[in-house]
């Protein structure tokens, strides 16, 4: 069951910089957060005065796991399942949003005044892969009812360059495009090498603000090596061409987003413009305000 308040801590208030600040990737501490042992993963977090407007990207693994409910405010929620997972996941949230997420699909839940949200697999016996990214939304839409979509495999552009096969999973890339309804500002791109291959990585100047995660095997961005499980394994990109090498079987997540440029409260899956805003949706949560889900898994043993 969910605690009655929000119980991890995240962010403090912090200014956001700008897109482009360095002129040499960064290297992103990746943690991997508690879990149960269904669950497991490792990601990006905590970092916004780097990462903004994502407030985490991270990658996850459930066997069987299900998510019961929990609430979100004032952010997005982009959950992606890597196409190899074995079950469905299904998603609901309080007000009304009912969806069945697929291998390769990407659900895109705008939560803006705060939503109670719940993930249930479809096999307790199978397991799913894949990306979760929270991006900010912090005060931009404090009365606006949760939106929840989906995004299926068969609508995203796929591409060969060489050896390595492309995948936009959400926004813009080049002349690429999904349709979204934030515009295309948040971009999700999947990276898949066939082979040992080298390529240029070319980050557009437009203002966005780009990571680099290893998914899994090996791969090397401006010479810095990232390996799903060694100690670098995410970079901030600035804009530029960027030497880009891959074993075969690597997988690469790129994800970019249009900063805030503004301070954020982000604690207990709550994003805010500052304390006071913090406080008053954790009320909201509290009264009921964003709604009341009766959970249909039940966490097993």
Not at 45 to 50: A, L
Not at 51 to 79: E, K, N, Q, Y
Not at 81 to 96: I, Q, V, Y
Not at 180 to 188: I, M, Q, S, V
Request: charged share 20%.
């Amino acid at each position: 069951m969910a605690h009655p308040t929000p119980q991890h801590s995240r962010l403090t208030k912090r200014p956001a910089a700008h897109a482009g600040a360095n002129a040499i990737p960064r290297v992103l501490p990746v943690s991997r957060p508690g879990r149960c042992a269904a669950a497991a993963g490792a990601g990006v977090f905590d970092q916004v005065e780097h990462t903004d407007p994502f407030l985490s990207v991270d990658l996850f693994r459930r066997h069987g796991a299900c998510i019961p409910p929990h609430p979100h405010a004032g952010c997005v929620v982009a959950t992606y399942l890597f196409p190899e997972s074995t079950t469905s996941l299904r998603s609901r949230h309080a007000h009304g949003g009912d969806d069945t997420l697929h291998p390769g699909d990407l659900l895109w839940l705008e939560t803006n005044c705060g939503t109670v949200h719940e993930d249930v697999p479809d096999n307790a016996c199978a397991s799913v892969r894949g990306v979760r990214m929270v991006v900010s939304r912090a005060g931009q839409h404090p009365h606006g009812a949760p939106v929840q979509t989906v995004v299926r495999a068969g609508s995203m552009p796929r591409w060969r360059e060489g050896d390595v096969e492309l995948t936009l999973i959400c926004g813009r890339w080049a002349e690429h495009a999904v349709e979204r309804n934030d515009g295309g500002c948040t971009t999700l791109l999947q990276l898949d090498w066939h082979a040992d291959a080298v390529r240029t990585l070319d980050i557009p100047c437009d203002g966005r603000r780009w990571i680099a995660l290893i998914a899994q095997g090996d791969a090397a961005v401006a010479e810095h090596p990232l390996r799903a499980e060694g100690s670098v394994q995410a970079l901030l990109l600035p804009p530029g061409k960027w030497q880009l090498a891959g074993r075969s079987g690597a997988r690469l997540m790129l994800a970019g987003g249009e900063p805030l440029d503004a301070p954020v409260v982000y604690r207990g899956n709550f994003a805010a413009r500052d304390e006071a805003d913090l406080v008053a949706l954790t009320r909201r949560y509290q009264q009921g305000s964003m709604g009341v889900l009766t959970p249909v898994c039940v966490e097993r043993k």
